[in-house]
């Protein structure tokens, strides 16, 4: 089967503390992507990933990182220095950079308080 | 600042009516216009997409209209089904980026 699954689907964490998120895909496509979504604010770009080893800011990459040590896997970090890190986080990829047809995974939801 | 702006934010419609959301865009740098069909608790998956070049684009009971010159584009959902009860997004690509609307959130009553 192929995909992209992220996990956990729900993730509590306290205040202060990094959590990482995780997105693996099995299409061998070369992009990926980080999105957060909030309600009534649709979906908005972290940070996404060409190639290997390459990464760029989205809007909203305060408070973020990520790596792209390896082509499926594009692991997400929300750091203590994010503000209000309570999210749904989905993960994405594309078959090419060009980014026109987004491929997106089921989403972890993230609760810190 | 959202680059795509979409209303409604929901509606609601009875079976078999159809669904009408519209987008509205700036930028025309912008050149791949998808939409994005949401279920609560699910990833978004891409239900239909249009390029500038084409005013109007159908895939069953779903078609995306195109309005180049006034920069809008809308997506009509015919003979609505509740099983399209679902969160919609309209979507504009630039620079290997998609830039999302908010979203419209379309309950179909039987």
């Known amino acids: 089967d192929g995909g992209i699954t992220q996990s956990p689907k729900y993730l509590f964490r306290k205040e202060g503390q990094n959590v990482t998120l995780s997105c693996e895909q099995n299409?061998?496509?070369?992009?990926m992507y980080w999105y957060r979504q909030d309600p009534g604010q649709g979906l908005r770009l972290i940070y996404y990933?060409?190639?290997?080893?390459?990464?760029q800011k989205g809007d909203i990459a305060e408070g973020y990182s990520v790596s792209r040590e390896k082509k499926e896997s594009f692991p997400l970090t929300v750091t203590s220095a994010q503000k209000n890190p309570t999210a749904f986080y989905l993960c994405?990829?594309?078959?090419?950079?060009?980014?026109?047809?987004?491929?997106f995974g089921p989403g972890t939801r993230l609760t810190v308080t | 600042q959202q680059q795509v702006k979409q209303s409604p934010q929901s509606l609601i419609v009875q079976k078999g009516g159809i669904s009408i959301i519209n987008c509205a865009y700036e930028?025309?740098?912008?050149?791949?216009f998808p939409w994005y069909q949401q279920f609560p608790g699910k990833g978004p998956a891409l239900l239909i997409a249009?390029?500038?070049?084409?005013s109007e684009k159908k895939e069953g009971r779903f078609t995306i209209s195109f309005n180049k010159s006034a920069k809008q584009f809308s997506l009509h959902i015919m003979d609505s089904q509740p099983g399209d009860s679902a969160t919609y997004f309209c979507?504009?690509?630039?620079?290997?980026?998609?830039?999302f609307g908010a979203g419209t959130t379309v309950t179909v009553r039987a």
């Open positions: 994405a990829s594309s078959i090419r950079t060009e980014a026109y047809e987004q491929y």
């Open positions: 299409l061998n496509h070369d992009a």
């Open positions: 990933s060409q190639i290997v080893n390459d990464f």
């Open positions: 930028n025309t740098a912008f050149d791949y």
């Open positions: 249009i390029r500038p070049d084409v």
């Open positions: 979507a504009a690509r630039n620079d290997y980026k998609l830039s």
